[in-house]
């Protein structure tokens, strides 16, 4: 039996199989089983009115999960899945309560990953994910970080190496008069406002259940600061772990660590939650970001760590 045969096999059974995306590991179970639903929010320790991301394996399978689907979220799918974006519908009558947090809406994404299509493709249904982390917890990037966070909670974890996004996908509430981006991720709101040719907007009318600050945060107390702040800030901080853009980071003060020095703000995203994790790791009290420039997935590495930052 192959890995993806027994990987579908656990599916089908109710149990849960960790999987990668291009964005971070999703920790997946049917998405029209009720109880395998009710497993996954326990393992994770997630709130049962959070919704959770139905990922499908390609995008002709939209309407078998929602209805009164807009002309701009059919171009959005179409010109980004598979890919890192998730599209809020309105939801076909038979999709679970357990899949949407009670709400009359689903979210919905075609992840671009190889080994996440095969599953998808092989298991035919649709997979609810959330990332493959405890709750509160940073995403994991890598399988070995889904191992040290869920243990043997999970049947299975497919391992298909790090992710290549690094933050989570790009999420729009496709039911509205205007597209609302309601999280800033691997697809920037530029993209969004072409391919739609309609007004954007960034933030939910209501806060998103699963927005929430400390979602992001690692053990370690998070600072954020512009280029230029590091030496005012090495003055009462004896030790911290240092992350930022090469061209960011030099003159690192003694005592502190230097966590990843990513060369652009892509590589930023994909090393961003392996460094806070590898912050935790080494017990470090502090970490310090410099900030990556407002543009592109900068954007989202700035969201993720600005609430990093807020939550203590
Ligand atoms: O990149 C990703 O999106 C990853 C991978 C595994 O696909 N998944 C992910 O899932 O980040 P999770 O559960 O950690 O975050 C899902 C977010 C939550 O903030 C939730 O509130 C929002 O999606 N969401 C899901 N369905 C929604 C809905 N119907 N209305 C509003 N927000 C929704
Ligand atoms: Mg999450």
Redesign the pocket.
Known sequence: MTEIERAVEVLRAGGLVAFP?E????LGADASNEAALHRLYAVKGRPSD????V?LGSAEMLDDWAVDVPDFARALAGDLWPG?L?L?LR?ADHVPDAA??G?D???L?V?GHPLALELLHAFVGGIA????NRFGRV?PTTADAVRSDLGDDVELVLDGGPCTVGV??T?V?CTGEEVRI??Q??VTTAVVARITGMQTVIG?STP????LDA?YAPDATVRTIATGELDALAADTPRAGLLGLVGDVHDVPAGWVTLATPADSEDYARVLYAALRQADAMGLPVVVAVLPPDEGIGVAVRDRLRRAAASR
């Open positions: 995306t964005t971070v590991y999703g959070h919704p959770v991301i990922h890192p998730t809020v939801r949407t947090g709400l809406t689903v979210g994404r992840p994910a959330p990332s493959a995403s989570e996908s999420i509430d309601l999280r991720g691997g939910g998103a259940p699963g927005t979602h």
